[in-house]
């Protein structure tokens, strides 16, 4: 069967279009968030939107995704490989937020997020000149429930930091059947906990929330084949992601 790569799927580079276009709308929102200041006064919009219970939203995000490789004691035994190493790939995030308050400075909130990842695993031998890439190309569908603390409001703005636990399964995945000639096999399901920190901008219609987060996988994902080497010197993966989302709430 013919493997469908994540970048097969949208022939973009979406890479290097995503931050420019998250560096864009951040200048743009910012100027016109200083400009609205001097007309409008100090938390003119945030006292709009402290009046509600709760909002829904869209997410938008860039990610750096990675694994979290531990050897196992058959890496120091083996008389081939020499390394195994994890290798950084970019992917994209859409997602929706539903956001409800809970007092002035705590929120609940459950992201439902469409994720394109990729990640990968670089082995080379002993001799150092031969090199093999496992390539794991994923798309996940994430289920993130967070809570929120954010600080008092200044100027139409607040500072906020986030930790949950987030949910993940990869619809790309058919690791039991496809995988089977490859070098090791990843699971579908993952859990991870995160954390981060934003900044809430109040515009008259819409609040703007750039914020970054880190997610670290609490399983192993690693499905263990006997009969291959390069999954017999591991002893498990976890995953690792780093995302730079742009959140439209309102």
């Not at 929706?96 to 459950?110: A, S």
């Not at 082995?123 to 289920?143: A, C, L, M, P």
């Not at 607040?158 to 496809?178: H, N, Q, T, W």
Request: with cysteine; hydrophobic share 40%.
């Amino acid at each position: 069967m013919r493997t469908t790569h994540v970048r097969n799927m949208f022939d973009i580079h979406w890479n290097k279009i995503i931050p420019s276009l998250v560096l864009l709308v951040c200048i743009l929102m910012m100027s016109t968030q200083v400009e609205a200041q001097f007309k409008k006064g100090a938390n003119y919009n945030y006292k709009e939107f402290s009046k509600k219970p709760y909002y829904f939203g869209i997410t938008l995000g860039y990610n750096k995704s990675n694994f979290r490789v531990y050897h196992s004691e058959e890496f120091i035994l083996n008389d081939s490989i020499r390394s195994a190493k994890s290798i950084t790939g970019p992917g994209f995030n859409l997602g929706i937020v539903t956001n409800l308050k809970v007092g002035d400075y705590f929120d609940f909130r459950l992201l439902p997020t469409l994720s394109f990842a990729e990640r990968n695993l670089e082995y080379s031998n002993v001799k150092g000149k031969d090199q093999s890439t496992r390539k794991v190309e994923s798309v996940f569908v994430e289920i993130p429930f967070h809570v929120r603390l954010k600080s008092a409001p200044y100027r139409d703005k607040r500072v906020f930091l986030i930790a949950g636990v987030k949910y993940g399964f990869d619809v790309a995945s058919d690791s039991k059947a496809r995988q089977a000639n490859e070098l090791v096999k990843i699971s579908p399901t993952d859990f991870t906990v995160e954390y981060g920190v934003g900044v809430q901008f109040f515009f008259p219609f819409f609040i703007l929330s750039p914020e970054f987060k880190v997610s670290q996988g609490i399983s192993n994902i690693l499905l263990r084949n006997p009969d291959l080497e390069e999954s017999n010197v591991l002893d498990k993966v976890l995953s690792r992601t780093f995302t730079f989302s742009l959140h439209f709430e309102g």
